[in-house]
């Protein structure tokens, strides 16, 4: 099946730093990628929908202007969490799907991302 | 609005033992639902779904069927067993399955 990858899986930063994450489809092009977000015990809260070359769209609620997102090219996008807080410590997923109607989406494995 | 609820876990079964895990919904459409599973370490990966009412979808062992009447998706097993242990997602998505719901997940134990 399809494989997404992110990277780093765990990262540990100092508050007011960025961190940078990176979502990889290994075996197929996505044309779209999304970013969710889980805390403890509580549902993945989708951040942005991002497509190949434009904009990402993002959720209410959401701070695009903090949650930077860049989708490159059709096997990579990165979340940037710029200038983070201790409470933008949280469990990051990225999932990506071929685009077409009726797929579903294949999740990589997640960043702990821990604000100190 | 659109949601999903499910039942807190975790639930702990000994090996053999029946599983079910409720899921609800609530949705301004026709959603598809699905159940996703996550192993520790690995990322979330599609269990089965049901695209429309009175669907049943299954996969390696487990079943849930597409209750519109109930607004429901409960996840069942006959025999669960060790390997069965990790967290389920119940989620339903809308227009063209670009947008997934998800709720908060269910940890599943079992003993051998």
């Known amino acids: 099946g399809a494989v997404v990858s992110q990277h780093p899986s765990r990262v540990i930063c100092k508050s007011g730093t960025s961190v940078k994450i990176e979502c990889r489809s290994l075996d197929f092009q996505a044309t779209t990628m999304f970013w969710y977000r889980q805390f403890p015990k509580q549902s993945l809260m989708l951040m942005a929908t991002s497509n190949e070359g434009s904009k990402a769209t993002y959720e209410q609620g959401v701070e695009k202007d903090k949650f930077l997102i860049n989708h490159a090219s059709l096997t990579l996008s990165t979340l940037t969490v710029t200038s983070a807080h201790p409470e933008d410590s949280s469990f990051y997923i990225c999932?990506?799907?071929?685009?077409?109607?009726?797929?579903?989406?294949?999740f990589g494995p997640g960043t702990r991302l821990t604000v100190l | 609005g659109n949601s999903v609820t499910q039942m807190e876990g975790p639930v702990t079964l000994s090996e053999e033992a029946f599983l079910t895990i409720n899921c609800t919904y609530t949705?301004?459409?026709?959603?598809?639902l699905f159940w996703y599973v996550q192993y520790p370490g690995e990322g979330l990966q599609l269990l089965l779904k049901?695209?429309?009412?009175?669907d049943k979808g299954s996969n390696k062992g487990f079943e849930a069927t597409y209750r519109k009447e109930t607004t429901s998706f409960h996840l069942e097993k006959g025999s669960v067993q060790v390997s069965d242990s990790a967290v389920y997602f119940c989620?339903?998505?809308?227009?063209?399955?670009?947008?997934?719901?998800f709720g908060s997940g269910t940890k599943l134990n079992v003993k051998p």
């Open positions: 949705a301004t459409g026709y959603p598809s």
């Open positions: 049901a695209t429309k009412a009175d």
């Open positions: 999932s990506a799907t071929l685009g077409l109607a009726g797929d579903e989406q294949f």
């Open positions: 989620a339903l998505s809308l227009y063209n399955f670009n947008k997934f719901y």
